[in-house]
């Protein structure tokens, strides 16, 4: 490789790398190269990164593909928040009334999603290493890997309440499994998981010290890849399990009862009420109460509504929906006024409308569901059809 090409490499928001295996297959890794951001997700990674993983995985010499990112602080804290304020700022100024008006967002979650949900689908073992910060987008970079590492400075969260947003990304889907209705309670606070709490949530599977991942990557190369995708992936996991170390349970599972007997009612408002009278004296139950009083409003709705669609669609379904409320949010939802109390302005006095969750009602929300296009005319229409009709 020449200097200027080096150079290039080095400066690309994703580099790409393939490592030859004893037995002569190709192992394909992806970092995501961006530390200053924290390896926020921007288009342009998400572009890049979703091409070589549809070229990988029509590459027969590739046995996996490896997913990190960069820097010693998180593998992704979440999606370019900064060019979505961007553009919802000239979208309102233009006085724009369709949501399909706003060129970026609808570019922005069309390719974001669709590479989530290519990452879902992924037919050969996907291996992402989950570690330090691994919030909102890079949840849904990491949620549909086949293979999924946190260690012990691993911290999961959606804290999209905080931003005027909910948790997209296939949040939907995923929150919706996690035990005892804990993935609502998470929703609506924002509280983070531990390296124990992601994989009892089903956001992870495996747990390695953050000191072990060259071990690790030094036993792919040495492993004996095969030449079907079942083998290879029983290889890998019996190979992280062979690094593996027993996280203590964290302090979703210590509140397990609890966060139940607050999320089993049926109504939001009620809900609400049991978070706020929630007096546990515990650091983290006091931070997710304080999240969910100080959130916007209109998260807390949208993203329970959400949970209420969850059970009846499939995951192709939870991403074509998202895409919509998000375009909705951005138009004219909370979602510019979070971001720039929190990153432009930094005064963290987000002026929320609608102020109260009384004002943020189920009727209200109904048109944060609602399509601009006829069903088959959708961005993501064609979403799943192939991998369905294989599996089928």
Same mark, same amino acid.
């Given at each position: ?6 150079? /290039? ?17 190709r ?5 995501l ?11 342009? !990674?998400?572009? @890049?990164?979703?091409?070589r ?13 490896? @997913?990190?990112?960069?820097? &010693? ?14 553009? !919802?700022t ?51 970079? !990491?949620?549909?890997? /086949? ?16 931003v ?21 309670f ?51 996991t019996? @190979?992280?399990? &062979?690094?593996?170390?027993?996280p203590a349970p ?39 109460? &304080? ?5 916007a409003?209109?998260s ?20 074509r929906l ?34 109260t969750?009384? &004002? ?13 296009w ?9 979403l799943g ?8």
């Open positions: 490789m020449n200097t200027a090409s080096a150079s /290039s490499q080095d400066e690309a928001p994703v580099l790409f790398e393939e490592r030859v295996t004893a037995n002569g297959k192992i394909g890794i992806a970092t190269h961006a530390p200053k951001t924290l390896n926020g997700l921007s288009l342009d !990674m998400a572009r @890049l990164l979703d091409g993983l549809h070229a990988w995985a029509k590459d027969d010499g590739i046995a996996l593909v490896v @997913l990190q990112g960069a820097g &010693e602080k998180a593998f992704c804290a979440g999606g370019d928040l900064h060019g979505l304020h961007r553009s !919802m000239e979208y309102r100024a233009a006085g724009h009334r369709d949501i399909r008006d706003n060129a970026y967002a609808s570019n922005f979650f069309a390719v974001e999603y669709r590479l989530d949900y290519r990452i879902h689908t992924y037919p050969k073992p996907l291996l992402c290493w989950g570690h330090g910060i691994v919030m909102g987008g890079g949840i849904g970079l !990491m949620s549909g890997a /086949s293979h999924r590492v946190v260690t012990e400075r691993s911290k999961l969260a959606f804290p999209e309440i905080t005027g947003l909910y948790p997209d990304v296939g949040g939907t889907w995923l929150l919706h499994r996690v035990p005892a209705r804990g993935g609502l998470l929703a609506l606070t924002g509280a983070p998981l531990n390296a124990g709490d992601a994989i009892y949530a089903g956001m992870a599977d495996v747990c390695i010290e953050d000191q072990r991942r060259q071990q690790v990557f030094d036993a792919l190369t040495r492993a004996n890849w095969k030449g079907t995708t079942s083998d290879n992936a029983n290889v890998l019996s @190979l992280l399990q &062979e690094h593996a170390s027993q964290g302090p979703l599972q210590k509140h397990q009862a609890l966060i139940e007997q607050i999320c089993a009612h049926e109504a939001l408002e009620v809900i609400a009420g049991a978070i706020r009278a929630t007096s546990v004296d515990d650091p983290w139950v006091s931070a997710a109460r &304080e999240t969910f009083a100080t959130g409003p209109s807390a709705r949208i993203a329970f509504e959400l949970q209420r669609r969850a059970p009846e669609l499939s995951l192709a379904d939870v991403f998202e895409y919509i409320v998000s375009l909705h949010c951005a138009a004219r939802g909370d979602f510019a006024e979070g971001i720039r109390a929190l990153l432009i302005d930094k005064d963290r006095q987000p002026h929320w409308q609608p102020k969750l009384a &004002e943020a009602t189920s009727a209200w929300s109904e048109t944060f569901f609602q399509a601009p006829h069903e088959g005319d959708h961005p993501l229409a064609n059809a192939r991998h369905e009709a294989t599996n089928a």
